[in-house]
Every structure is written in structure tokens, then in C-alpha cells.
């Protein structure tokens, strides 16, 4: 059994508003089985999921988060922060291999 991995995403500037490093955010939290699934926020690639925490707060707004890999079916997921930010929001993928 593959224990699942969380990833906080944090710190650097918040994604989706440039330029405004005092604008409220919130931390990205991925949870996973597969580590090395690519990231990609608002059409924006990221980076594998193992290696983009520690780089990513989400700015106030409507984002599409899409985690995918070779070989499986990508999950893409919508998530909304608050305009006030803080806290966090949570994408959770289960990724189920492609037979094809």
C-alpha cells in the first residue's frame, strides 16, 4: 500500500497577481500517492509535486489546478481562495493509470 504524500506549497510571491507581494494568499496543499505527477496552476506549469514545496501561495480568486503524469489519467480540480486569504485549500489526486 502507497501511503499518500502532502505537499505544501508555499512561500515566493502569490501566484496569480504579479507584482503584489502584500496581497493576501493560501498555501496550495496537494495531496498524493505519486511524487513525481507535474503541477500546473492556471495553465502554468509548476513543477513535480515532490519538488514544488516551499514555492507557491495561491492569490485571492478562481484557480484551475491540473496534476498529471505520463502513463495516467490527469485530475484537474477548481479551487477558489478567499479575498481575505490565509488558510489553505486542498487538491486531492488519486491517480488511476491509463490503460490505453
Known amino acids: 500500500m502507497a501511503a499518500a504524500l502532502t505537499i505544501l506549497v508555499a512561500g515566493g510571491c502569490a501566484h496569480g497577481r504579479k507584482g503584489d507581494r ?3 494568499s493560501s498555501l496550495l496543499e496537494i495531496v498524493t500517492e505519486t511524487a513525481d ?9 509548476i513543477g513535480q509535486a515532490a519538488a514544488v514545496s ?14 498529471r503524469k ?9 479551487v477558489t481562495v478567499d479575498k481575505k486569504g490565509g488558510g489553505s485549500v486542498s487538491v486531492e489526486a488519486l491517480m488511476l493509470a491509463d490503460p490505453r
Not at 37 to 45: I, L, Q, R, S
Not at 57 to 65: D, M, Q, T
Open 37 to 45: 505527477a507535474d503541477v500546473w496552476v492556471d495553465g502554468e506549469y
Open 54 to 67: 516551499g514555492r507557491l501561495k495561491l492569490a485571492p480568486g478562481v484557480h484551475r489546478v491540473e496534476i
Open 70 to 78: 505520463p502513463g495516467h489519467f490527469p485530475v484537474q480540480r477548481t
Open 22 to 24: 502584500a496581497a493576501p
